[in-house]
């Protein structure tokens, strides 16, 4: 038997699809706790696994994207990035 | 005073030819023997051989080919895409692979067709070289019967077309922009099936493994970095051009090797427009090996290294070439997009004088901050390429900001930073 505790259900990242997202900033007014604007508009995501409090307001955020570009990425899926320079 | 004797490590011409001629499959059967049969062990041998893609990322190919050929049966057989688009304005090793050595390229597409089982490939180059598209229709025309057809398709000659995902759209009707990843090409890339793309040079590389094996493919290298290299030296040296390197020679070994700079050098820009800027005097002693390079935040790229002589301006080398990679943004994502304009455009007034004291920093965070938020890595390598010049030019890039700008911000560009056609079909 584990001793592990079990996973939190809410273990997960909010992620945001750079190429839907059009800097409507609805997120970062409904979860200022994770969600920052850069100089332009465009959110800047808090890349931490989302503890079970927060996760109301991370589900509204996603839920009131109006790009849908928002949404929840399991712990363990990797970014956004395939490969790269470095 | 005599220059102290160097002795340079030799680095073998493994892809390169000596004679400036293409090869047709006749010549190149007679120096590198038929093409064997391989199929799916060759994999293995890739794994033993420890070659990494020369496209930029240097990612272990058998670990590529093995997530291709494991696809799901049922599913669509893989397709292979041989990327010899090569955007990067500095770098001439694909095109130059591609016209001198073509049958070392269509050895190795076959080699990975079998390999992961793929029954469709394409090479992928880019549409401004017509004549190179001709002679490489013409060696498809000698290859012998019973292979995988390779498709010879034109991509538009932007900067991110060469990145996977973009090839991947570009070969599926779309414009040759980047898309969010997953899915990844190798779970669903052309026509949805498992696509392997590998740059050109990679492919060559993996003909010579196919022959010749992994043990050969280890005497030249470092154990971590084995073989040999293609590398663009441009800037100031005496004799800018192609040459390969063997890993485990310095940069101021490649350096020399392509006559050596034309006056005292300053700073060297390492991996392309994607790279880091490294004081000349900690590039020369640097060791070409893949950990070597990473411990110091620089990387290969995609072979190319520039030499800046110390009379020119690094502030105005950059801000061209970041104006160039602001341009050159696919215009999806914000951060990229609008970030990279902004970027420039800040640069751009540093470099003239007239950006005032807190610039810098504010270059700093955006370079932070921006770095990871685009869908592709473009981005990425443009604020590394930031970083790195904001700490080696860190004296120039200060006077700048306090509104003394150097002469030299004013002379003729070192690098170069074309215009490319707009378009991306
Ligand atoms: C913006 C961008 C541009 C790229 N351009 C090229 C290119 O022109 N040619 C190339 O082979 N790889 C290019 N790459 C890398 C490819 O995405 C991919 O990693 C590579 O082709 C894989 O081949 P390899 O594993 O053999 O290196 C680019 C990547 C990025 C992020
Ligand atoms: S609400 Fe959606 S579209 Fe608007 S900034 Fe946030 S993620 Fe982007
Ligand atoms: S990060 Fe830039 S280049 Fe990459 S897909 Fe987005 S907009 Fe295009």
């Given at each position: 038997?584990?001793?592990q505790?079990?996973r ?6 909010l ?17 200022p706790?994770r ?14 696994p ?9 589900r ?15 712990s ?11 | 005073m005599?220059?102290?004797v ?24 007679a120096?590198?023997g ?11 041998e890739l794994d ?11 990612f272990p190919?058998?670990?590529?080919w ?5 696809f799901p049966s049922?599913?669509?057989k ?6 010899g ?6 770098s001439?090793?694909d ?8 049958h070392?390229?269509?050895?190795g597409i ?5 390999a ?7 090479l992928?180059?880019?549409r ?7 002679a490489l229709a ?5 290859r ?17 077309a060469?990145?996977?995902t973009?090839?991947?759209?570009r ?23 498992p696509t392997?793309?590998?740059?050109v ?17 280890r ?10 290299a ?5 800037g100031?040296?005496?004799a800018p051009?192609?040459?390969?390197i063997?890993f485990?020679q ?10 050596g700079?034309?006056?005292e ?14 004081d ?5 002693p640097?060791v070409l090996d893949?950990e070597?390079l ?42 990229c997009h609008?970030g990279?304009?902004?970027v ?5 007034s540093v ?8 610039s810098?920093e ?14 592709c ?7 590394m390429?930031?970083r ?5 030019f ?8 306090r509104g003394?700008p ?10 170069p ?9």
């Amino acid at each position: 038997m584990s001793l592990q505790p079990p996973r939190p259900p809410a273990g997960q990242r909010l992620r945001v699809d750079p190429i839907l997202c059009k800097a409507h900033a609805v997120c970062a007014e409904l979860f200022p706790e994770r969600i920052r604007l850069d100089d332009w508009g465009y959110p800047i995501i808090d890349d931490r696994p989302i503890p079970p409090d927060l996760m109301p307001h991370a589900r509204r955020a996603v839920a009131d994207c109006p790009r849908a570009a928002l949404r929840f990425a399991e712990s363990t899926e990797p970014g956004v990035h395939s490969r790269g320079p470095d | 005073m005599s220059a102290p004797v160097r002795i340079r490590p030799v680095a073998p011409s493994r892809l390169l030819p000596t004679s400036p001629q293409p090869e047709d499959l006749a010549a190149h059967v007679a120096e590198f023997g038929p093409r064997p049969i391989v199929g799916s062990a060759l994999i293995a041998e890739l794994d033993r051989s420890g070659l990494v893609g020369r496209g930029g990322a240097s990612f272990p190919v058998a670990r590529k080919w093995l997530a291709v050929a494991g696809f799901p049966s049922g599913m669509a057989k893989p397709v292979v895409v041989a990327d010899g688009v090569e955007t990067e304005p500095a770098s001439v090793k694909d095109r130059t692979l591609l016209a001198l050595r073509p049958h070392l390229v269509f050895d190795g597409i076959q080699l990975a067709a079998e390999a992961v089982g793929a029954t469709r490939a394409v090479l992928y180059v880019s549409r401004g070289g017509e004549s190179l598209m001709a002679a490489l229709a013409k060696a498809q025309r000698e290859r012998p019967g019973g292979e995988v057809y390779v498709e010879i398709t034109g991509a538009p000659t932007r900067y991110v077309a060469g990145e996977e995902t973009a090839v991947v759209n570009r070969l599926n009707g779309r414009t040759a922009r980047p898309s969010v990843v997953p899915p990844r090409p190798f779970e669903a890339g052309v026509g949805r099936r498992p696509t392997l793309v590998n740059n050109v040079e990679t492919l060559a590389h993996v003909a010579l493994i196919a022959r010749r094996g992994a043990a050969w493919f280890r005497q030249v290298g470092t154990a971590g970095s084995p073989g040999t290299a293609l590398v663009t030296v441009c800037g100031g040296v005496h004799a800018p051009g192609l040459r390969e390197i063997a890993f485990g020679q310095t940069v101021g070994d490649t350096v020399e090797a392509a006559g050596g700079p034309t006056s005292e050098a300053g700073a060297v820009l390492l991996g392309g427009y994607f790279g880091t800027w490294i004081d000349a005097r900690g590039a020369w002693p640097l060791v070409l090996d893949h950990e070597a390079l990473r411990a110091v935040g620089a990387s290969l790229g995609a072979g190319v290294i520039g030499v800046l002589p110390r009379s020119a301006c690094g502030v105005a080398e950059t801000d061209r070439i970041i104006g160039f990679l602001a341009r050159e943004s696919a215009g999806q994502c914000g951060p990229c997009h609008v970030g990279l304009p902004a970027v420039s455009e800040l640069l751009h007034s540093v470099t003239l004088g007239r950006a005032g004291q807190r610039s810098l920093e504010t270059l700093a965070r955006w370079a932070s901050e921006i770095y990871g938020r685009g869908a592709c890595r473009h981005p990425d390598g443009a604020t590394m390429l930031l970083r790195s010049a904001l700490s080696v030019f860190a004296d120039d890039a200060g006077r700048h900001a306090r509104g003394h700008p150097c002469g030299a911000s004013r002379r003729a560009p070192i690098l170069p930073t074309p215009a490319l056609p707009a378009g991306w079909r």
